[in-house]
């Protein structure tokens, strides 16, 4: 069976102040015996949680890259950077960078490869929009999605992936995705990997994002093909992703 891994992202919220209060309550609450858990926080905040989560369950991570190795390229940080921080992961192709920055598949999959070369996770977003769904594109996108990392990846590397559906209509707004309609998406894209690499398909962790919170956690985890979250709003209080990590 796989374990459930939960990983907050705090996407651009924080304070060095707020920072500490989080991250020290996260840490306070944790008693050994749960689920696998990170943050992924903004990059200048890197450094707080590398001396705060040092020697505790908790790891940390980034939530972009740029698909470039360093030089001439204003304003961007490079894989190599966020190993010096040592980020166990790095979130590529979130829906936001997807609809705010204009990111392809295609350049979410050189993201994932340049993270892979540092040696560190990519967390893989996919997720169709409410018109989507509604046309009955779900599967198509989503596959289309993962399918340009998969083809981009030797087989072998498939294992090293962390793959995160997050359906964008359910991002932020309250709704979550039911068991049912989360699981149906699992399993597709997980018969997706087993295509490629049948045992990457056992073991890639396939989270869940979306509007997941302490009280419905449980049932989404519970899914035979949800083996965590990616949690945006409830990772903020520690109270709430200390209650979703216990869910699970
Ligand atoms: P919410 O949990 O706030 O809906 O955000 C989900 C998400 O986008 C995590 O990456």
Not at 88 to 112: D, F, N, Q
Not at 122 to 135: M, N, S
């Amino acid at each position: 069976m796989r374990a459930k891994l939960i990983i907050g992202n705090w996407k651009m919220n924080g304070s060095r102040a707020a920072n500490a209060e989080l991250l020290n309550g996260i840490v306070a609450g944790l008693d050994g015996a749960e689920a696998a858990c990170a943050v992924c926080v903004p990059a200048p905040y890197l450094q707080q949680c590398q001396d705060a989560l040092s020697g505790t369950a908790v790891a940390w991570g980034a939530q972009d890259v740029s698909m470039h190795e360093c030089g001439p390229y204003t304003g961007e940080v490079c894989a190599a950077m966020l190993a010096e921080f040592a980020c166990r992961y790095v979130i590529v192709g979130h829906s936001e960078r997807r609809a705010y920055h204009r990111e392809t598949s295609e350049l979410v999959a050189k993201k994932a490869l340049a993270v892979l070369a540092e040696g560190m996770t990519p967390i893989v977003c996919v997720g169709e929009t409410l018109a989507q769904r509604d046309a009955g594109e779900t599967m198509q996108v989503v596959g289309e999605m993962l399918g340009a990392v998969l083809e981009k990846l030797d087989p072998a590397a498939l294992e090293k992936l962390v793959v995160a559906y997050e359906p964008v209509w359910a991002i932020g707004t309250g709704k979550n995705a039911t068991p049912e309609t989360a699981q149906e998406v699992h399993a597709h894209l997980r018969a997706q990997i087993r295509v490629r690499n049948a045992q990457a398909a056992q073991v890639v962790p396939i989270l869940y994002g979306g509007s997941m919170k302490p009280d419905n956690a449980g049932a989404l985890l519970a899914q035979p093909d949800i083996d965590g979250g990616l949690i945006g709003g409830a990772a903020l209080k520690a109270g709430d992703f200390l209650g979703i990590i216990k869910a699970a």
